[in-house]
C-alpha cells in the first residue's frame, strides 16, 4: 500500500518537461506540485470542519471561498502543462488574498494569519527572495489596513478577542507577525540562493570536467596518429 502511495506522489509530483538536469527549476515546479498535491489530498479532510464552522456561524461565504480555492489548486495540479510561472505566481497570491479576506470578514487572528505568514514563504520558495519580500510587503499594508480599522473602530467582529484589542496590543502583534515572517522569508531566500549558485558552480565545474576529457581524448587520438605516422615511415 505504501509502494502505490508514493507511485502516486511521483506521479503527481514529477514536472512534465523538466528533469534533475535543469537544476533549481525542477525542484522549484516539483516543490510547488508537492504543495497542491497535499493542499488537495489534506484540504479535503479541512473542508469538513470549515463548513461546520461556516454553518454554525453564519460565515457562508467562508464555503464559498474553500470551494473556490480548492477548485483552483485541482486545476493547477491536473493540467501541468500550464506555466509554471502562472502556477508560482498565482499560488502566494491566493494564499494573500484569502489571508485578507478571512481578517477583514473574521478578524484580525487565527486563521487569517496562518494564511498570511504562508504568502510570502510559498513566494520564497516557489519564486525567490525578491518576490517574497513583495508579499511581505502586501502583509504589511494588509495588517496596517487593519490597525487602521480597528483603532477607528470601522469594523465590528463576533469574536469578543478581536473587538477587544487594544492600539498597542495589534501594534505589538502586528510587529512580531511581521519579524517572524521577515526571519523566516530571509532564512529561506538565502538557502535558495545558496543552493541555486551552488548547483551552477556545480554544472560549470561538470561542464569544464566534460570539455577537458574531451580534450585530452583528442589530444591522445592525434599522439597515436602520430606515433603511427612515424612507425611507418620508418
Not at 16 to 23: C, Q, R, S
Not at 52 to 76: E, N, Q
Not at 170 to 188: G, K, P, R, T
Not at 215 to 220: F, G, H, P, V, Y
Amino acid at each position: 500500500m505504501l509502494d502505490a502511495l508514493f507511485k502516486l506522489v511521483e506521479k503527481y509530483t514529477t514536472p512534465l518537461h523538466l528533469t534533475p538536469a535543469d537544476g533549481i527549476d525542477y525542484w522549484r515546479e516539483r516543490l510547488l506540485l508537492l504543495i497542491l498535491f497535499l493542499g488537495l489530498i489534506l484540504g479535503f479532510l479541512v473542508l469538513v470542519p470549515s463548513f461546520w464552522f461556516a454553518f454554525h456561524t453564519g460565515y457562508t461565504s467562508l464555503i464559498i471561498l474553500d470551494i473556490l480555492v480548492y477548485t483552483i489548486m485541482f486545476l493547477f495540479l491536473h493540467f501541468r502543462n500550464m506555466p509554471y510561472k502562472i502556477r508560482a505566481v498565482s499560488t502566494p497570491i491566493i494564499c494573500y488574498l484569502v489571508g485578507t479576506a478571512l481578517s477583514f470578514a473574521m478578524g484580525p487572528y487565527g486563521i487569517s494569519q496562518v494564511w498570511l505568514f504562508m504568502a510570502p514563504i510559498i513566494a520564497a520558495l516557489l519564486l525567490g527572495l525578491l518576490s517574497s519580500l513583495i508579499a511581505l510587503a502586501g502583509n504589511l499594508v494588509t495588517l496596517t489596513a487593519i490597525g487602521i480599522v480597528l483603532h477607528l473602530d470601522l469594523m465590528q467582529w463576533s469574536f469578543t478577542t478581536a473587538t477587544s484589542y487594544t492600539n498597542s496590543e495589534w501594534l505589538a502583534d502586528a510587529a512580531n507577525f511581521l519579524l517572524l515572517n521577515f526571519i523566516a522569508v530571509m532564512s529561506i531566500g538565502f538557502l535558495f540562493r545558496g543552493l541555486q549558485n551552488s548547483l551552477v558552480q556545480e554544472r560549470i565545474m561538470s561542464d569544464n570536467y566534460k570539455r577537458n576529457v574531451q580534450e585530452l581524448a583528442e589530444t591522445n587520438d592525434r599522439l597515436l596518429a602520430e606515433m603511427a605516422e612515424r612507425l611507418e615511415a620508418q
